[in-house]
């Protein structure tokens, strides 16, 4: 048997999925104004330099981390949650590209098969501990070695905590349609 990935194996109405998505991209983009909004009521930043001297800081600050990576230990923490969710966004990306569009715009079969799925697979679980273990990092810091200029609020726990229980029932979800 051909190792591959089943979509949808256990949602009966999987097609609700997209006007859910709908909406959570709505309330996204509803978010994302409100804060625009407030990013614009302060004062203006004057840009400076080349559109090339631009993309380089943007590559170096935005892309590789280079400035949070400046500190070991808190630089790792982010580097794993960052890379671990960037991954798992762009494994998402593919999932959807092969079922939606390879699949059933195109009518191909899927491309996820053999040993590109599972290597594909192993780098997602790979990028989802990765994820977990900075998680887990973040909670040790805050809450446990507390260094004194961080704020740590009920906020910040929060978000935390939902990171490890999206990122671990991930797994679980993995699990049982392996299962």
């Known amino acids: 048997m051909l190792p591959s990935r089943e979509v949808f194996w256990n949602i009966s109405f999987h097609n609700l999925l997209y006007p859910l998505a ?22 203006p930043h004057e840009i400076t330099g080349s559109a090339g001297q631009r993309l380089k800081l943007l590559l170096t600050y935005g892309i590789a981390q280079g400035r949070v990576l400046k500190e070991i230990y808190p630089g790792l923490m982010h580097l794993l949650m960052y890379l671990g969710f960037v991954l798992l966004f762009i494994g998402t990306l593919v999932v959807s590209f092969d079922y939606d569009v390879w699949g059933l715009i195109f009518g191909w079969g899927s491309f996820l098969t053999g040993n590109f799925y ?32 961080l704020n740590n609020t009920a906020d910040n726990l929060l978000s935390l905590i939902w990171l490890l229980i999206i990122l671990i029932s991930g797994f679980f979800v993995e699990g049982s349609r392996l299962a």
């Open 22 to 43: 709908l909406i959570a991209i709505v309330l996204f983009i509803y978010g994302f104004y409100r804060r625009a909004k407030l990013w614009a009521a302060g004062q």
């Open 118 to 149: 599972l290597i594909f697979s192993l780098i997602l679980d790979i990028a989802g501990g990765a994820a977990i273990l900075g998680v887990l990092i973040a909670l040790f810091r805050r809450y446990v070695q507390r260094p004194a200029r």
